[in-house]
């Protein structure tokens, strides 16, 4: 599996799964900046991950 580190559209569909704080908003639209961006941000995927899991879990119930 590869990953393609240019692709930005869960961070689109990640913003609109749930509510964020307007810095996390930010960093999702307007990309990283540094090391903690960068590190906030996988944290972030991480999350939309497992939101992602949760939602096909429940398509197939």
């Known amino acids: 599996m590869s990953t393609k580190w240019n692709d930005k559209s869960w961070q689109k569909d990640f913003l609109n799964m749930k509510s964020h704080s307007p810095l996390d ?15 906030r941000l996988g944290v972030l995927h ?3 991950e497992k939101l992602k899991k949760i939602e096909k879990e429940q398509q197939q119930q």
């Open 25 to 39: 908003a930010k960093l999702l639209m307007g990309g990283v900046k540094g090391l903690k961006d960068a590190w």
């Open 46 to 48: 991480v999350e939309y």
